[in-house]
């Protein structure tokens, strides 16, 4: 199995430009989890998914910020409009079966907001 | 609110040393603790992960013990080599209760540099 995909790798752009951001689960995992990296506030977890519905979105910072699970293989984090604290490396995860069981990440993508 | 410490933020040690590893945690009800490793420009890689009711995990070189009574967990790297040096993180998962979440809380993590 190649693991979490994400894309992009590295995005930068604009304020005010609408960002969006990409995740493939491994294949059979029923989890799917979004996080966001930065220096200041360590790995904070912004939502998750069970098959493809979310089950907790509490971590989403502001309305700005939306996640969508169409189908079990694809997921999107979207960010419109984006602002320069935006900035950050947003990672998925996918577990299987269960949320309590190990989480694999995928390699993040780098958001730089200019 | 459960808070997960990492003390010191990096360490710097000469190949071949054994090290020890700390984390804390303020909220005991925990269901189990994770530690990852994370390389610079890389995602997280998971490590070790111990249930509640387990007081230790091994794996190779490592091996990580959990004190749920106090708080604490510690990952122990034996005859550390350069290809350790990373950042290790671990988090820890609450306990559910029905419609909560799952969240991990992760520390900062610490960057371990081994020296050659």
Same mark, same amino acid.
């Given at each position: 199995?190649?693991?979490?995909?994400?894309?992009?790798?590295?995005?930068?752009?604009?304020?005010?430009?609408?960002?969006?951001?990409?995740?493939?689960?491994?294949?059979?995992?029923?989890?799917?989890?979004?996080?966001?990296?930065?220096?200041?506030?360590?790995?904070?977890?912004?939502?998750?998914?069970?098959?493809?519905?979310?089950?907790?979105?509490?971590?989403?910072? @502001?309305? +700005?910020? =939306? !996640?969508?699970?169409?189908? #079990? %293989?694809?997921?999107?984090?979207?960010?419109?409009?984006? @602002?320069? +604290?935006? =900035? !950050?490396?947003?990672?998925? #995860? %996918?577990?299987?079966?269960?949320?309590?069981?190990?989480?694999?990440?995928?390699?993040?993508?780098?958001?730089?907001?200019? | 609110?459960?808070?997960?410490?990492?003390?010191?933020?990096?360490?710097?040690?000469?190949?071949?040393?054994?090290?020890?590893?700390?984390?804390?945690?303020?909220?005991?009800?925990?269901?189990?603790?994770?530690?990852?490793?994370?390389?610079?420009?890389?995602?997280?890689?998971?490590?070790?992960?111990?249930?509640?009711?387990?007081?230790?995990?091994?794996?190779?070189?490592?091996?990580?013990?959990?004190?749920?009574?106090?708080?604490?967990?510690?990952?122990?790297?034996?005859?550390?080599?350069?290809?350790?040096?990373?950042?290790?993180?671990?988090?820890?998962?609450?306990?559910?209760?029905?419609?909560?979440?799952?969240?991990?809380?992760?520390?900062?993590?610490?960057?371990?540099?081994?020296?050659?």
């Amino acid at each position: 199995d190649a693991g979490v995909i994400q894309s992009p790798r590295h995005e930068v752009t604009e304020m005010g430009q609408e960002v969006t951001l990409r995740c493939k689960p491994i294949s059979g995992h029923d989890y799917l989890f979004w996080y966001r990296q930065t220096m200041m506030r360590g790995l904070e977890l912004l939502i998750y998914f069970n098959n493809n519905v979310p089950i907790d979105d509490s971590g989403m910072p @502001e309305d +700005r910020f =939306s !996640a969508k699970m169409p189908n #079990a %293989s694809f997921s999107t984090l979207k960010i419109q409009p984006s @602002e320069p +604290r935006d =900035s !950050a490396v947003y990672f998925c #995860a %996918s577990s299987l079966d269960s949320p309590y069981n190990e989480q694999f990440f995928g390699p993040g993508t780098r958001l730089t907001v200019l | 609110k459960q808070e997960v410490t990492q003390i010191p933020a990096a360490l710097s040690v000469p190949e071949g040393e054994n090290l020890v590893l700390n984390c804390s945690f303020t909220d005991s009800a925990i269901y189990n603790l994770q530690w990852f490793r994370q390389d610079p420009g890389k995602g997280l890689t998971s490590l070790l992960l111990i249930q509640s009711s387990q007081r230790e995990q091994t794996s190779g070189r490592l091996n990580a013990s959990l004190d749920k009574s106090s708080g604490r967990s510690t990952l122990y790297i034996a005859a550390s080599q350069p290809g350790d040096s990373a950042t290790y993180l671990c988090a820890v998962r609450r306990v559910i209760n029905t419609g909560a979440n799952s969240k991990l809380t992760f520390g900062k993590g610490i960057t371990l540099s081994v020296r050659p």
